[in-house]
């Protein structure tokens, strides 16, 4: 098993970047794909992309395309999720998981002027 | 890309109820690469089932998924009051989407 806990809630401005952390623990890290997905406010689940630690590969949405950028620190066992450009409609709450069966409990980013 | 289209948009049942909860594809999942998910107000998605029939560990056996190609099913054989929640359906087999969600709610 494996527990993932994400970094604190955030407020941005718009145009700004924010990194949401997720640092895992329990089982070893880099043997799990470790998924990124938001979810706005009364809205449903959207996939951003995801990293193997172990090759050290990402896979992004076509929609962050060039905006996301997913990076995983085998030393701390931490995978981060850096997003740029923000604007409003990117205030959600952002998820990590491993392998789909472990959560994270979400951040929350407000973007706002 | 592919898009996952899930009907219908909420499902109003009482408990001990039979839920049938649809996913279709625009075009085929490879492999049967097809997830389905719950959420409850305030929760992570749980994963409920995997590579389209198979259930995830702790999955009780009244949850169970069919399908292949485009179209996929979830149901739900008698539903508990701890069952109404959000469901969505993800494809894995082509990048990955998610399709809109579909509310189980208490009638």
């Known amino acids: 098993q494996v527990q993932l806990v994400q970094s604190g809630a955030e407020v941005k401005k718009p145009g700004s970047s924010v990194k949401v952390s997720c640092k895992a623990s329990g089982d070893t890290f880099s043997r799990y794909t470790i998924t990124w997905v938001r979810q706005a406010p009364g809205q449903g689940l959207q996939w951003m992309g995801m990293i193997i630690p172990m090759f050290d590969t990402v896979n992004y949405a076509q929609n962050f395309q060039g905006r996301v950028t997913i990076t995983a620190d085998k030393s701390t066992n931490t995978a981060y999720m850096e997003l740029s450009s923000l604007r409003s409609e990117d205030t959600a709450v952002y998820y990590c998981?491993?392998?789909?069966?472990?959560w994270g409990r979400g951040t929350l980013v407000t973007v706002s002027s | 890309e592919i898009v996952l289209t899930q009907s219908p948009g909420t499902l109003s049942l009482s408990p001990g109820e039979r839920a049938t909860l649809s996913c279709r594809a625009s075009?085929?999942?490879?492999?049967?690469?097809l997830a389905w998910y719950q959420q409850k107000p305030g929760q992570a998605p749980r994963l409920l089932i995997y590579?389209?029939?198979s259930r995830a560990t702790g999955i009780p056996d009244r949850f169970s998924g069919s399908g292949s190609g485009t179209d996929f099913t979830l149901t739900i054989s008698r539903l508990e009051p701890e069952d109404f929640a959000v469901y969505y359906c993800?494809?894995?087999?082509?990048?990955?989407?998610f399709g809109q969600g579909t509310k189980v709610e208490i009638k």
């Open positions: 075009q085929s999942v490879s492999s049967s690469n």
């Open positions: 993800q494809q894995y087999g082509n990048s990955r989407t």
């Open positions: 590579g389209a029939s």
């Open positions: 998981a491993a392998a789909s069966d472990y």
